[in-house]
Structures are given as C-alpha cells and as structure tokens.
C-alpha cells in the first residue's frame, strides 16, 4: 500500500514537472495551454477599443495615435523625442517578439533561448563580427545629437511597452518557446541594421574564384568571368558625363591566390534583390513624377516592415520602417519620395593570414610580425554551461575561422582568414533617414545620402519641384580593379583598402535626358566610371525590361507602374527558348515531351501562374546550365562556381561550337544540340515523375510554390500557398518564399498620394486578424491607398481606433 500510495502522489507531481519544463522543441504543454497565461490570450477580435487612453512617464508632451483599418499607426507628436518614443511604442506592441528574435540572432544569443543545439550559429554570427559592427555602428549613432535622441527615445518607447505587459500578454512566440521579453537596449536597434547588411552584402564568391584561377589559369578565368557582362543596361544610363576629378587609383599589385582544400561553398542566392525607379512628370498624365519600390527580400510572417507615418514639427513622412530601428525607410512627404534597391557592392574581402604559432598572438604583416587582438565571446546556453569563444581580431578584422566548424551557412567562409567588412565601420545610417524624412528637395536628398554607409543603396528620389534622380550610394572603400575578387594576401600593405571613394563621386544621375531612372540590381554604370565598385553584380534582364517598358509608355499614372511592378515577362526566355527550341528533335520526343514542347512554342515568355511553358522553360535552363558546367567545376574538395548567366547566354547564342559544352568525363563528344535534347527530356521526366501527367499541377503556380513562412519557419504559422504567377528574372520577382516585400507608388504633386501593399499584416500576433489581412491583396498585386493624414483628425483616414498617451 505504501509504494502504491507513493506513485499516486509521485506521478501527478513528475506530470505536472514535465507538463511545464521545455523540453527540445515542445513547448511546456501546461503553460501552454493555460486558459489564463497560455496561447488563448493571445486570440484577437478584429474590432478593437475606439478610443484609450494611458499615463506614460518619459515623454516630455501628449502624443496622440490614429491607427487605421490595417491597423497602421498615425502617430503625432509635438516633438522629436515624444514622435519616436510612440514610434517604438507603437511598433512593440506589434512586433515585440520579431525584434526580439531579429536582434538576438543577429547578436549570437540563440542558444540563450532554444539551449546547445544553436551553438554553432551563434558562434558564426559572433565570429563574423555582427556584435563587433553593431557597437562601432552605435558609436556613429551615440556621436549625433539628433540621431542619438532618436535612439534614446525610441528604446525608452519600446521599454514603456513591455512594462505594460503581464506574462498573459506576451506574444505567443515566448510562450512557445518559454522565455521573457528582456529589456530594450540601443546596441538591438545598431544590431538590426547590422543583420540588413548581412541579409544584402555578406554575400562572396573570392573562394571560388580563387580555386578557378588555380585550376584554369588567368586566361580562361578572364574569359569565363568576365569584369563586364555581354548585355547590359546599367542604373546610370550609358554616356553619362562624370562632373569630377577621380583620386588616383591604387595600383594592381602581384595577384595572390590559394587553393582552399576542403572547403565546401555556396554561390550568392539570385532573389536578393529589388526594383525602384521614378519617371518625370515630363511622361506622366498628372505632369508630376511618380516613384515605385518594390525591395525583394525573404517573406516573412510577421512582415520584414511594418507601415507607419510619422508627424511632428517639421515631418510628416509616411512609408516602412523597420521593426527595431526608429525612422521611416523607404515612403514619402509632401514634398519627396524615395526609395531603395541592393547594389550588391564589393564590400567583403578576406584576407590569408600567416600566424606565428598556433598562440595566435601575432601575425605577419608589411615584414614584421604584428600583435592580435583577441575578443573574448561570452555565449550562454540555457540548460547548459556558457562557453566562451576567443576571435582573433587583425587590422582586417576577424579571422572569423581557424578550423572548418560543422556548420552549412559558414561552409563559403575560408579558415585563417580575417574579413574585412564594411558593416564593421563606424556609421550612423540613422541619419540619412532622419533627413530623408524631413526633406524637401534634391539638395537635401543628396545631403542626406551622406551619411548612408552599408548596406550601399541604389536610392532613388522624386520631388514635387519635378526632380527625379537615382544615386547608387554607400560608403565605397577605394580599390584597384577587381580587388577581392579573389582572396587577397593579408601580409602585404599594397592589399589593403586604400582610404574611399568621396560620397559626392559616387555615381548618380539627375533628371536625364530620357525622363525616367531605375534600378534593379544590375551593373551601376557603364565601363567609363573611374571607380571599381565590383566585378559582377545581378544579371540585366529585369533592369532592361523596365527600361524598355518605360522608354515607350506616356501618360503614366499609378496604375501603369502597378502593372509594371507585376510584369512577368521574361528577357532570358525571349533570349534564347527560340534557339533551344529549333535544337530539339522532335521525332524522338514521347508523348508528354511533344506535348510540353507545343506549350513551348505557343509561349508568350510570361510567367504567369497558368503557364505550363513557364515551368518547363525554368527548370530546363537549370538542368542545361548544370549540363554544360558541372563536368569542369564540380571537383571534390575544390569548391568553384559556375560562370554567370549571362556568360551561359553568350555561349548558347555566340559560341555553339564551344569546348565547353563537350562533357570531359565520357568518350563522346557532345555538342550544345546534345545537351539541349538530353535536358529536355530530363526535364520533362522530372516534371511528369512529380507532378503526373502534363497539366493542371505543371503549371507555374503549381511549381512554384510561393508562400510566406513564420519567421522562425514554425509550422502553422505561415500563409497557405499562393497560386501567383512571377519569376526571379522577371520584374515580379517571385520565388518560393522570396519576393517583392512591399510594393508602394507614389504619385507626386501639390498633395501626394501613395500606395502600398506588403504580404502579412501590421500584427505579430498569428492569433490576429491583422497578422496576414494583405497577403491576399498583395498576391493579387493589387496597391491599398496609403492615408497620408495632416492632422489627427484628417478625414481622409479610416480611423478604427485611437491612443492617447498622457505624460505622467
């Protein structure tokens, strides 16, 4: 009776232990599912109170809040500090746990949170100098006044907000994973800057290369890897005069390569991208300019932006911003827009370097050894011990690696070097903004832009003076041609970066002669620029397609660029599917394979959501390119890349007796017409053994997939899948879960109107009706107006509900 009596009271006692302790990925089921802590209380009813109001203490006036029927926030204060004090406020109370996730991975605190097993990602995110950089960052921030209260009040907003939480309220992200919402600290808004420039320019391909140089010679690497693509239309339209005196540019010294065995890498992801461009009111039906952005980033539930307008004496800016830094990142005022688009500028070099003993205290450098720095990484792991990780800090930077760590994103990263990184500089990108929404005209645009460092920026402008201009921007080291395209010698002084090119040299173009500017991610200027920025940047065909649609419209209204913006068109299939086509023998094609082959030849070259060629076309063109390709650089413990796309085009189109395209590990020798038939049909194969018989699920909607994930992939938590039509090379760009994450046109005038759109919601929380309201509307590639309020009261505005903070 006393062992029976004994696990009656143990069991109800372990049960009730293991109901609330985490254990792995399960959350603690009882908290959980508490009716008065758990998930539950994170359910929402769409309507909401009308009208609250709260006594805050830190903010030095009333402010008062309007929040809209997306539930976009009007804020309105009577000052700077109380105008971004409400901004983090506000944001906190719909985005606590996205920050707070963003900024802890980007710092290396994973492991603080889910325990051992994010160990390893911590330590790349530590080593890469994320946490290094964000410090130098807040440095740049700390040294402004403005942008220091800025910060200040914006942190203090955000700390406001998590005071008012009970541990009922958290999001329902720290009940999954058990754990509080900590403190804001100014270091989380420079972290998040930082992750942006790890997202867009982190990207590098001197690995490969180095190991192409070794095995091919300079020769056949030149011809391969060209300095400039075949086609092209760059941002800065050919022929355009450069008003300046270059610097002198450093000399190229002895080329220094190095073969990286056992080293596995990845090549940069196509889809890390964006489109903007602004058209003159020379060409538009209102005689004002008009401006469309739409960045291309990984989808996100909750949304990488979250929309808000900001006024307070002297601004009155509406846009995006990002949750976790103060300010409005691309949007509009009543007298200018702007907008932005990635550069993809050489920025991230690494450097070989020579210890003298595996003390690591000293390296060799301009003929002498030289002390390290060593920053010691305290990284705690719940329910286990902190470990400390020692870095190795050169004048470079880090040596981010000595041994190859088991672990895939840090595979493109080589051991023993140190990375030298723009996002390590001292900066303060607050400051472009903070003017940017404040200004007024094209002086100020370009006054604004120099303080903008990393990640560099094509950002493009328009006013109501009828000024438009595109300037790609950053803070660009100054360098001999094609420096960091392979892996430098960190010995010798003749590699370094030799000081930067003046921000009021970087190239840009105002009101042309062509009445339009634009960017997508291609080359920034023609070869005539006196600067190197980089060697490669992201294929033409977007970028010529826009210019070749807006070369022919006139009357342009915010429709027109809407449907541009969902172009899916393909320049790469009206390149070269006609060619493949005539180099297909049908007589040998099966069934299924003639049929996909009629869907060929009736194509249009869009990627719409229907089209069964458009699937074909995608997936062929992968399958060649391997087929030509993988036979020379593919080699174990060799990590290389494949030439550009565009280097693939030339070939099909201009060379079709290549070398290349004969496989150098079979006795025959094959030819572009071999490969073209032998792709093809595996192409159809694969299709058919996926999907079944050729119909409804090949089509590209089907194929593709597109859907936004939940930011930490957690299941149930994302969108369904989205039948749309888009295409990485198209201007709808659109991946799986990669795309245009916020569309906005803005139409300029005596009063500006805009429209916007991005996939999600406002809300953070999955059990709110604003957590994914747009996504359909945006998948529909339809714009919601933007209600760009003077006043509190403006009734041009849905109001749903408003918020009064009090000061104490």
């Known amino acids: 009776m006393k062992i029976k009596a004994f696990f009656c009271m143990a069991i109800p006692v372990l049960l009730v232990f293991a109901l609330n302790t985490k254990f792995g990925d399960i959350p603690p089921i009882l908290k959980f599912i508490n009716p008065f802590h758990g998930f539950w209380q994170n359910a929402e009813k769409k309507s909401v109170t009308k009208n609250k109001e709260i006594k805050i203490s830190g903010t030095k006036d009333n402010i008062e809040i309007a929040f809209d029927d997306r539930m976009i926030p009007h804020i309105f204060a009577k000052n700077d500090y109380d105008l971004y004090f409400a901004q983090g406020f506000v944001t906190a109370k719909h985005r606590l746990w996205q920050m707070d996730f963003q900024t802890r991975f980007a710092a290396g605190r994973i492991s603080e949170v889910v325990g051992e097993k994010a160990i390893e990602v911590d330590r790349y995110q530590r080593r890469m100098g994320m946490l290094y950089g964000a410090e130098q960052s807040l440095k740049g921030m700390m040294d402004d006044p403005k942008s220091k209260e800025m910060i200040l009040a914006y942190t203090a907003g955000i700390n406001a907000y998590i005071k008012t939480l009970k541990k009922e309220n958290y999001p329902l992200e720290f009940k999954l994973l058990d754990y509080s919402p900590e403190e804001w600290t100014p270091i989380k808004c420079a972290l998040l800057l930082k992750q942006m420039s790890a997202v867009l320019a982190m990207g590098s391909d001197e690995f490969y290369m180095s190991n192409i140089l070794n095995k091919f010679g300079p020769e056949v690497t030149a011809d391969l890897f060209p300095d400039y693509p075949f086609r092209e239309d760059p941002i800065i339209p050919v022929g355009t005069k450069w008003e300046f005196t270059p610097l002198p540019i450093p000399p190229v010294p002895e080329v220094f390569s190095e073969t990286l065995s056992n080293i596995r890498t990845r090549q940069k992801e196509e889809g890390i991208g964006s489109n903007n461009w602004a058209v003159g009111g020379q060409k538009t039906a209102s005689g004002y300019p008009i401006l469309a952005n739409d960045p291309h980033l990984d989808l996100t539930l909750p949304s990488i932006w979250y929309q808000i307008q900001l006024n307070a004496p002297g601004i009155n800016s509406y846009g995006v911003s990002l949750p976790g830094a103060p300010g409005v990142i691309a949007g509009f005022n009543k007298d200018i827009a702007w907008g932005v688009t990635n550069v993809a500028a050489d920025v991230l070099d690494f450097y070989k370097i020579k210890f003298k003993d595996n003390s690591y205290k000293e390296y060799w450098y301009e003929n002498k050894w030289n002390p390290t720095q060593p920053r010691y990484e305290e990284i705690k792991i719940r329910g286990g011990q902190t470990k400390i990780d020692t870095v190795y800090y050169t004048h470079h930077g880090p040596v981010v690696y000595l041994e190859k760590p088991n672990y895939s994103k840090a595979n493109n990263v080589p051991t023993g070097s140190a990375l030298r990184w723009i996002a390590h500089e001292k900066s303060n990108e607050l400051m472009t903004f903070y003017r940017l929404n404040r200004g007024k005209n094209y002086n100020d645009y370009r006054e604004a832009l120099t303080y903008f460092t990393a990640p560099a920026q094509n950002f493009v402008f328009a006013s109501n003076e009828n000024d438009i201009a595109i300037t790609p921007n950053g803070k660009f080291p100054l360098k001999y041609k094609n420096q960091g395209k392979f892996i430098l010698d960190g010995s010798r002084k003749d590699n370094d970066w030799q000081g930067w090119i003046p921000s009021n040299q970087n190239p840009t173009v105002k009101n042309p002669p062509r009445n339009f500017v634009s960017s997508a991610n291609q080359s920034s200027t023609d070869k005539t620029y006196p600067y190197y920025i980089n060697w490669e940047f992201s294929p033409y065909e977007r970028g010529k ?22 172009d899916s068109y393909s320049i790469l299939a009206e390149n070269v599917v006609n060619i493949l086509t005539s180099k297909v023998d049908v007589s040998k094609l099966n069934a299924t394979q003639k049929e996909a082959f009629k869907e060929l030849e009736k194509w249009n070259k869009n990627f719409t959501a229907n089209s069964i060629a458009g699937s074909v076309f995608d997936l062929w063109f992968k399958i060649l390119t391997n087929e030509i390709w993988k036979d020379e650089f593919e080699v174990k413990d060799v990590p290389m890349r494949f030439p550009s796309r565009d280097r693939t085009v030339e070939l099909i189109i201009n060379a079709p007796t290549s070398k290349w395209f004969d496989k150098t590990n079979t006795p025959t ?3 572009l017409e071999t490969l073209v038939n032998s792709s093809y049909k595996a192409t159809c194969d694969s299709l058919e053994k996926k999907y079944g018989a ?29 039948n749309i039509g888009g295409y990485k090379g198209t201007v709808n760009a659109l991946s799986e879960t990669n795309g245009p994450s916020w569309r906005m046109v803005i139409a300029l005038g005596k009063t500006p109107t805009g429209y916007g759109v991005f996939p999600g919601g406002q809300s953070g929380n999955p059990g709110s009706f604003y957590y994914n309201d747009m996504t359909q509307k945006w998948a529909n590639g339809e714009l919601y107006s933007l209600f760009y309020m003077d006043n509190i009261n403006d009734s041009k505005a849905t109001i749903i509900s408003r918020l009064k903070i009090k000061s104490k």
Do not use: C, F, Y
């Open 669 to 671: 020798i094959e030819t």
């Open 545 to 566: 397609r826009i210019n070749d649609k807006l070369a022919q419209m006139n009357k342009i209204t915010v429709d027109s660029m809407q449907n541009l913006q969902m």
């Open 694 to 722: 050729i119909g409804e699920k090949w089509q590209w909607g089907h194929v593709k997939n597109t859907h936004v994930p939940h930011l930490a992939k957690v299941k149930g938590l994302g969108s369904e899948i989205l």
